[in-house]
C-alpha cells in the first residue's frame, strides 16, 4: 500500500530508481508566489553528490534538478512542484553478477521476499540515489520557512569512531567530511583511509540543529514534532537510530538533571532538544542520527542466492568507504521538511 | 492540525486528558469476525496502570476498558471500534497551585504556546494517561496479528543505569520492573528507592523484541516499517530516543562487522534488527528506547509563571520515581500496532 | 481498511451502531479557544431526530450529546473532541426475525458479503442512526467557521414529486418538512400520508445553500471543494445523486447561458453554485441531493435469506414514510464540515 | 494545503499545467510483476485527445506517456510509477490578451483569489489538458483490476439536449462522440455544428458501466464506494453533477419501485446502480455525470480585469464546441481508479 509520500500540509511524494531513468519528487501544498529557480538547487545537490570527498570514487553525477511543474514566471504557483533528476553513468553491466545473489546489508533480499523481484543494478528504489529526491524537496521546504528567522545546520558528529570534541558552524563546509571541528578531520581522514584500503566502510553519527524554530510547532499526540523528525530521519536508508536533545544519555540522567530550568530570558538548558511534549519550546532543535557502515564492502562475505543455496560474495570496482558526509544533506533536508510541514499546520490553527 | 490518528490500514484515532471523563481510542479498519470482549484488555491494562511496583504511588486507576462499538455477537464487525476508559481518583484541587507556573520538563509551556491554555490538572492531553488508549489499541493489534505466529515481548533492559546483563523472557512478569534479568533487579530497586527519597527521577531504555514476524512488512520509502516504528516510538511522551537493532552501536562498527551473513537457515547475526531497506527480513525485529526521567520531582526548580515572570517550583504530594515500568507495556502496544498496520497493508498488495 | 474518517485539517472519525451503546465521533484538528457545551448541541439533534413529522412513529430518542474529550474550562482545548450519544430504546426482540433475510434495499447482504455478518438489529453501522454523529459534528464545525460572515442553509427542496415553487428561508423552520414554501407544505403531507397509509415510503430533494463563503476554499485538483461537497454529500447512506449550481441542468445548457457573467459587483447569475475551478468564488455555494426512499416499507417483497434461498419479506410495525426531512439537518452538517475543513486548509497557504 | 493526491490503496498524485513542460501523475501502491510498457497508454490517450471529433480543431497533442520509474524488466516493481506526458504546441502568445482578463466560467478568477496569480496561458492547472495524467493512471489502474473479470464501459448518454434511445456497446467507438445509440449521432453532430457556429458551447452527460465487480467494494460510513466515486468524477473540471443508478429519479419512486428485489440468481432491478449502504452488490455499477458546456465561447461576454474594472471579452481562434467526447474517457479512467483503490483496500481486511 502507497508508502512513497511524507508529510500532510508540505507534502512529498517520491519516484524512481538508481539505474532508471532518474528520480524525482511531488511537491503538494508549497504555497504560491514564492521564488523558484532550478538555480536554487545547485548548491545543495552539490552537497549531497558522491565524489566529494578525497576517497570517494569519482562519478559524474552532476544532479541537476529539472523543474516540471509548479513554477509560473518565477514563483510558485500553489500548484504541485515536480521536479526531476536524471540518472547518469547508468550502465548495469557491472551489476550483471548480483542479479542472483543477495547482497549482505541490503534490502536486496526483503525487496525480493515482498515485490518478488529486486534491482540488481545498484539497489533500484532501496539504493542512496533514492535520496537525491529528498535533497531537492529541502530546499523547497527551506524557501517555504524563510519568512522564519531559522538556521539548519546538519553536519557530521562522529565518524568511524572520531567523534568533534566541539561544534564550529564556520567549520562545516571547510572540510569534506562536514565535521564541526578541523582538528578531527585529518584522524577522520586516516580511519577512512584504512577502511578502504582493507575494503571496509565505516559509520558514524550526524547531527541536526535547528535555531530559531519558533514555539507551537507539533500536533500531539502522534503528529508530534519529535515523532514525525523520528520517522523522517529513519527512512533514511542508513539510519539504524535516531535521539534528540540528551536522547539515550538522558536514560542515565535523574529529573532534577534533564529537566531544562525555565528562565525569563529562556531556558537554562537544553536536554529537552527544543521539543517539550513534542511541540517546539523556542530552543534549538537538536536530533543526532547513526547511520550504518555502508553494506558494499569489497570482502568476501556469505549470502545466499535467490533459491536459497549458500553462496560467497566479493564486491569488485569503485565503492564509497563511508555515506556520512552524503547524509549530512539529506538528513538537513529531512529536518527542514518536517519543519516546513508543521510550520504549514501550524498556521491553519492559528 | 488534525494529528491524533496512527496508522493507515489498521488506523487509532486517540483522544482524551488525564483530568477530563477518560481516555478512549477509536480503531477503524480492524478485520470482521474477531473474538474480542471487555474481559481481554484486562491484564494489558494492569500492567500499565501506575502502583505496580513497590515505590508506586497507590492509585484507584483501575483502567476498566468498555466497548462502546465496533463488537456485534462477541466478534468485531468490521465497523469502527471504539474503546473508554473513564477516569478515576480527578481530583483537580491538588494541582491548583499550578494554574500559573510552567512545570521543567512538562509540556505546559509548549501547550499553553501552541492553544493559549494548559492544563494544569496533571498535564491533560500531553499526561502520561493518554497511553492507556494506547495499550487498549495493542490489544486489538495483537489480536489482528493472532494468525501470524509473532510474539511481541518488551521489557526493561535499563533503569538508572542498571542493565540487564542477559534477557529471560521468563524473568520479565516475575518482577515489577518488566526487568528481563533477576540478577539486577534488587539493584534496580535500590535505585529506585534512592531517587524516590531524594524526590528525584529516574529513566532508563526500555527493549521490544518481535519474533515471528514474517519478510516482507513495511512500505518504502517513507513508510518502512523501521520509519513508522520510529514515529510511534517517539510519539510516546517519556521518549526520546530509538534505535533499530545495533542502533547507535552500529555508528562505529564496520560494515564487515555489521553486515549480517546470510545462510540458508537465516541470518548469522542480527545487527539489522529484523529489518533491511524498511522491510521485515523475518529475523527478530529488536528495537530500543530511550526514556527519560519523569519530569515531576519533589526538588525546588526554577521556572517561570504564565506572563514570563521568575517563580520557584516545589511539587508536593505522591509521585513516582520512574516511568519506565509503566511504559513498557505502552511500546509493547505501539510495536503491536505498527506491526498489524503492515500486516494489513502487505495484504493489500499480494 | 479505515474509511471511517473524513477530512484533514478539521477531520472527523465517526463510530457507532443503531443497536449498540451509541454512535460518537472524534474531532481532531479544531482550534483552541472555542466555547462549547453540551447544549450547544440541542437544537441541530433535535431536527434531526425521527417523530418529529405528524407521520412519524414517535420516538424516545433524545439524542443528547455527551462531550467526552477536548473541552476545558468551557473552550476547546486544541485536543481531539470525541462526541457521544447514548442509543435509547435499542430493543432488537422486533428484528429477530430479520436475522436470515436480507431487506432489499438496505445494506443487509453488502455487509453479509464484505464483513461476514450483517446487523439485523436496524442496520447497525449502516443505519441512519449513524447520521445523528455527523450532526453532532456538524455543530462543531459551524462553531469553527464562526469567525466568518458565513450561513447554511439546508430545507427540502421536493418530496414525493411536491417540489417548492420558491425559497423562503423563514418558512424553513414554521413546518415539519423543513420546506421553504409553505404553499406546498400541506400536498407534501398529503402524499406522505399517502404513502404511509400503503405501506410505502417516498425520497425527495434536498438544498443546501451556503452564503457569505469566502473566495479561495478548495484545494484543486482532488479536493476540490465541490469534489469534497460530493464524496461528503454521498456519503449520507440515503443519498444517490448530488449536483452543484445548475448540476444536471447545465448539461443542456450552452456555454453562453451557463457562464455566469462577472460584474464589479459580483456574479450576474450563479449556475456555477458558488464554485469555479474546483475552489468557492465568493457567491453562494448552492448543491442539491437527491434522497432515495426510505427501503423499510411495509410491503411484501421478494428476497433472499443467507443461503440464498428466495424468500417474502413484509416487515411490519412502526415505520418512516420518508428520511428527507430527517436528512435536511445532516446535509447542512456535512455541508459545514466539509467548508471547516477547506477553511482551515486555506489558512495554512495563506 | 496538499490537494493533488486520490486514493489510499492504489494512490495517485498528479501535477503539470496545460503551458508548462507538461502534466504527470505518480501512482503509488500499484502492486509488482504487472507487465506495463509505454505502448499500454496509446489507445486511451488517443481517445482523450481533442481533434477526434469532425468539428474539432485539429491539434498536434500527441500525449505519448513516458514511464519515468517503477518498472523494472518490462513489469512494475511494487515503487512508484510516474508517468510524464510532454506538452506540445505550447504557444502562449494568443493568451497575452487574458493577462489581465478573467474569462467568465473559468477557474481564473478564483486562482487570483487563493493564489495570488492565475495562468492565462489556458488555464495553467485547471486547465482540462490536466485530464490526460488522469487517463493515463486508468490505464495503469485497469491493469491491477485485470484480474477481476471487469468490465468498464463509457459514453456520452446525451449532448446538446439529444440522448441516446438505448445502449449498444458495440456503437462507442463507431463513432467520434463515443455515443452508444447510432441513430442519434448525426442529430448530435448537427446540435454541435450549429453551436460552434454560432461560436457557442454545449454540454450533456456521460454515463459509465463498470460490469462484473465483485460485491465487498468500498468501507463505510466515509470512504463508502459511491462517495469516492461521487469525489473522482467530480473533481473532473467539467463537472457539476453525479448520480448512482436511479439518482435524481429515485427521489421521485416510492419504496417498492425503487427497492431491487433480490432472487437467488441476483437483483431484478438495479435502481441501486450496483451500490448498497456504500458498498459494492455484484451487480453493474452505473453512474451518470452531468458535463457542462465549455465555458471558452467565441461570443462577447461581461466580465472584469484584475482590479476589478468593467470589461468586455470576445475570445478569438480555435476552440472546442463541446468538452463531452473527451470527457467520455476520463471518467472512465476515474471509475477505474476507485475500483482498483477499493479492490486492494478489500483485500486487505480478508
Request: hydrophobic share 40%; aromatic share 6%.
Given at each position: 500500500?502507497?508508502?512513497?509520500?511524507?508529510?500532510?500540509?508540505?507534502?512529498?511524494?517520491?519516484?524512481?530508481?538508481?539505474?532508471?531513468?532518474?528520480?524525482?519528487?511531488?511537491?503538494?501544498?508549497?504555497?504560491?508566489?514564492?521564488?523558484?529557480?532550478?538555480?536554487?538547487?545547485?548548491?545543495?545537490?552539490?552537497?549531497?553528490?558522491?565524489?566529494?570527498?578525497?576517497?570517494?570514487?569519482?562519478?559524474?553525477?552532476?544532479?541537476?534538478?529539472?523543474?516540471?511543474?509548479?513554477?509560473?514566471?518565477?514563483?510558485?504557483?500553489?500548484?504541485?512542484?515536480?521536479?526531476?533528476?536524471?540518472?547518469?553513468d547508468v550502465r548495469s553491466e557491472p551489476y550483471e553478477m548480483l542479479r542472483?545473489?543477495?547482497?549482505?546489508?541490503?534490502?536486496?533480499?526483503?525487496?525480493?521476499?515482498?515485490?518478488?523481484?529486486?534491482?540488481?543494478?545498484?539497489?533500484?528504489?532501496?539504493?542512496?540515489?533514492?535520496?537525491?529526491?529528498?535533497?531537492?524537496?529541502?530546499?523547497?521546504?527551506?524557501?517555504?520557512?524563510?519568512?522564519?528567522?531559522?538556521?539548519?545546520?546538519?553536519?557530521?558528529?562522529?565518524?568511524?569512531?572520531?567523534?568533534?570534541?566541539?561544534?564550529?558552524?564556520?567549520a562545516i563546509l571547510e572540510n569534506p567530511f562536514y565535521c564541526p571541528d578541523?582538528?578531527?578531520?585529518?584522524?577522520?581522514?586516516?580511519?577512512?583511509?584504512?577502511?578502504?584500503?582493507?575494503?571496509?566502510?565505516?559509520?558514524?553519527?550526524v547531527e541536526v540543529r535547528a535555531t530559531g524554530c519558533p514555539a507551537g510547532?507539533?500536533?500531539?499526540?502522534?503528529?508530534?514534532?519529535?515523532?514525525?523528525?523520528?520517522?523522517?530521519?529513519?527512512?533514511?536508508?542508513?539510519?539504524?537510530?535516531?535521539?534528540?536533545?540528551?536522547?539515550?544519555?538522558?536514560?542515565?540522567?535523574?529529573?532534577?538533571?534533564?529537566?531544562?530550568?525555565?528562565?525569563?530570558?529562556?531556558?537554562?538548558?537544553?536536554?529537552?532538544?527544543?521539543?517539550?511534549?513534542?511541540?517546539?519550546?523556542?530552543?534549538?532543535?537538536?536530533?543526532?542520527?547513526?547511520?550504518?557502515?555502508?553494506?558494499?564492502?569489497?570482502?568476501?562475505?556469505?549470502?545466499?542466492?535467490?533459491?536459497?543455496?549458500?553462496?560467497?560474495?566479493?564486491?569488485?570496482?569503485?565503492?564509497?568507504?563511508?555515506?556520512?558526509?552524503?547524509?549530512?544533506?539529506?538528513?538537513?533536508?529531512?529536518?527542514?521538511?518536517?519543519?516546513?510541514?508543521?510550520?504549514?499546520?501550524?498556521?491553519?490553527?492559528?
Amino acid at each position: 500500500m502507497a508508502g512513497n509520500s511524507f508529510g500532510k500540509a508540505f507534502k512529498i511524494t517520491t519516484f524512481g530508481e538508481s539505474h532508471g531513468k532518474g528520480v524525482g519528487v511531488v511537491i503538494d501544498g508549497c504555497p504560491s508566489r514564492i521564488p523558484l529557480s532550478e538555480d536554487d538547487f545547485v548548491s545543495e545537490m552539490a552537497r549531497r553528490r558522491p565524489g566529494r570527498t578525497p576517497l570517494d570514487t569519482p562519478r559524474s553525477e552532476t544532479d541537476r534538478v529539472e523543474i516540471l511543474s509548479g513554477v509560473f514566471e518565477g514563483v510558485t504557483a500553489g500548484t504541485p512542484i515536480a521536479l526531476f533528476i536524471r540518472n547518469q553513468d547508468v550502465r548495469s553491466e557491472p551489476y550483471e553478477m548480483l542479479r542472483r545473489l543477495f547482497r549482505p546489508g541490503h534490502a536486496d533480499y526483503t525487496y525480493f521476499k515482498k515485490y518478488g523481484h529486486f534491482d540488481f543494478r545498484g539497489g533500484g528504489r532501496s539504493s542512496a540515489r533514492e535520496t537525491a529526491a529528498r535533497v531537492a524537496a529541502g530546499v523547497v521546504a527551506q524557501k517555504v520557512l524563510a519568512p522564519l528567522e531559522l538556521r539548519i545546520m546538519a553536519y557530521t558528529l562522529e565518524m568511524g569512531g572520531i567523534r568533534a570534541a566541539h561544534i564550529d558552524f564556520d567549520a562545516i563546509l571547510e572540510n569534506p567530511f562536514y565535521c564541526p571541528d578541523m582538528a578531527v578531520v585529518d584522524k577522520m581522514k586516516e580511519v577512512l583511509s584504512r577502511a578502504k584500503e582493507s575494503g571496509d566502510s565505516i559509520g558514524g553519527i550526524v547531527e541536526v540543529r535547528a535555531t530559531g524554530c519558533p514555539a507551537g510547532l507539533g500536533e500531539p499526540v502522534f503528529d508530534k514534532l519529535s515523532a514525525d523528525l523520528a520517522k523522517g530521519v529513519m527512512s533514511v536508508g542508513a539510519v539504524k537510530g535516531v535521539e534528540i536533545g540528551a536522547g539515550f544519555e538522558a536514560a542515565r540522567l535523574t529529573g532534577s538533571q534533564n529537566n531544562d530550568p525555565m528562565t525569563p530570558t529562556g531556558f537554562k538548558t537544553n536536554h529537552a532538544g527544543g521539543i517539550l511534549g513534542g511541540i517546539s519550546n523556542g530552543d534549538d532543535i537538536i536530533l543526532r542520527a547513526a547511520v550504518k557502515p555502508i553494506p558494499s564492502i569489497m570482502i568476501d562475505q556469505e549470502t545466499i542466492d535467490r533459491e536459497g543455496h549458500p553462496a560467497r560474495l566479493k564486491l569488485e570496482g569503485r565503492f564509497d568507504a563511508s555515506a556520512v558526509p552524503r547524509v549530512v544533506p539529506v538528513l538537513k533536508a529531512m529536518v527542514a521538511i518536517v519543519i516546513a510541514d508543521h510550520y504549514l499546520r501550524l498556521k491553519s490553527i492559528l
